[in-house]
């Protein structure tokens, strides 16, 4: 069964820009989340996506969104691209919301913002 | 922000001995408990996981261990091995919100010698 599949896999974008970064679930897996890592934060909840709702958000600037298709497919977006969001941003699927299931992650997008 | 924190930022254990990594958090709500390994350039790979109703569960070389009482989890490695080399985090589900939600601390570095 294939993974978490995020793509791309390397970003570079300058300040002020937008960017959308996809991620394919594993097959069967409902519940899509995402993650931001970074040297000084460590990994940090962005939103989790469930049945294409958004069902939880962190503590993140209304710069960052995302959805969720019907295929529970996802895509995140960044827009006016800031200096400080350079990170990897990863993408985990599990098979349900909320039931204490295994969070499964991709390889992520390292994100370079110049 | 708030984080499940971590004994100690770096560990180097001898192939063949036994590695035990540390993980404290303060939430007495958190009813869910994970361990990673992400190795450079990857994702974090899930390990094992448990429930707040158990305190101990065994993989395949691998124990995890909880003690409620002290908030304190902790992972065990048996017969460590050179690809065991990695980042090691915990993350729990603090059960504050419904849905998939994980705290991560901010890593072990596990460096085996040869």
């Known amino acids: 069964k294939a993974g978490v599949t995020q793509t791309p896999r390397y970003l570079i974008k300058t300040r002020g820009q937008q960017v959308t970064l996809s991620c394919s679930p594993i097959s069967g897996h409902r519940s899509v989340s995402w993650y931001q890592q970074t040297p000084g934060q460590g990994l940090q909840f962005l939103f989790e996506?469930?049945?294409?709702?958004?069902?939880n958000k962190g503590n993140f600037p209304g710069r960052f969104s995302g959805r969720q298709f019907s295929n529970s497919r996802s895509e995140m977006n960044v827009s006016t691209l800031e200096l400080g969001d350079s990170a990897l941003y990863l993408c985990a699927s599990s098979l349900w919301s909320g039931d204490n299931s295994p969070l499964h992650f991709g390889n992520g997008t390292r994100l370079t913002v110049t | 922000g708030e984080s499940v924190g971590l004994h100690l930022p770096t560990l180097s254990v001898q192939e063949g001995d036994n590695s035990i990594i540390n993980c404290a958090y303060s939430n007495s709500a958190s009813d869910y408990f994970i361990w990673y390994k992400q190795e450079s350039g990857k994702g974090p790979q899930f390990i094992i996981d448990?429930?707040?109703?158990?305190d101990k569960r065994q993989g395949q070389r691998v124990t995890v261990l909880l003690n409620k009482t002290v908030k304190h989890l902790s992972l065990q490695i048996a017969a460590t091995q050179p690809g065991d080399s990695a980042v090691y985090f915990c993350a729990e589900n603090r059960g504050e919100t419904s849905g998939s939600r994980l705290t991560f601390g901010e890593g072990t570095q596990l460096t085996v010698n040869p």
């Open positions: 996506y469930f049945s294409e709702t958004q069902r």
């Open positions: 448990i429930r707040s109703n158990m």
